[in-house]
């Protein structure tokens, strides 16, 4: 049995956060959300997800930081 994919979403504007989040779901995908790049970066050390799609311009901590600090 295969387990589905985990995706990470690091957005902070709700609506695209919804529907990108929706796409992915029922492209069979489990996707966590979250809404700054501080926090993003921890759900990236905790959650070790397949994929991250991560905005540039976000609270806390821009997503370029996040990126370098990986």
Do not use: W
């Amino acid at each position: 049995m295969s387990h589905k994919k985990r995706l990470l979403l690091i957005e902070d504007e709700e609506d695209i956060a919804s529907l990108i989040k929706l796409q992915a779901e029922l492209s069979g995908y489990k996707l966590h959300v979250e809404v700054d790049g501080l926090n993003g970066f921890r759900a990236i050390e905790r959650e070790k997800p397949d994929l991250v799609i991560l905005d540039i311009m976000l609270p806390k901590q821009d997503g370029i930081t996040v990126c370098k600090n990986l």
